[in-house]
């Protein structure tokens, strides 16, 4: 059995805890009311207070996702019976990527507050 810990599951874990550090480095400078939702003008209609569990929320969507990633049925999902090495690295490759890709939009959201 393939350990659960590779390269691309560390990678992904830092990059879902990025959000939070730039959360924590950037929280003594933000407003007080930070922007939460914009409609399709790219207006905000939508406020919260810097320490909402929202904020928090949106800062834990990559790791949440990380954590979902990392369940034993999508591991197994890609099991090939040739057991080739790229059918093996595609979950770990899919958690990067999804990962990478809800982190940049908790990154641009504590960017734009």
């Not at 093996?88 to 959201?109: A, D, K, N, Q, R």
Request: aromatic content about 16%.
């Amino acid at each position: 059995m393939r350990s659960k810990l590779n390269f691309s599951n560390v990678l992904s874990f830092l990059i879902s805890v990025l959000p939070f550090i730039i959360y924590l480095f950037m929280y003594p400078r933000m407003p007080r009311n930070v922007a939460i939702h914009y409609n399709f003008n790219d207006v905000a209609d939508r406020f919260v207070d810097k320490s909402s569990p929202e904020v928090w929320l949106l800062c834990g969507i990559s790791l949440i996702s990380f954590m979902i990633m990392l369940q034993p049925y999508f591991s197994r999902q890609f099991k090939s019976e040739e057991g080739s090495a790229i059918m093996e690295s595609l979950p770990g490759l899919f958690t990067l990527l999804i990962t990478l890709v809800f982190s940049v939009l908790g990154i641009c959201f504590l960017l734009k507050a």
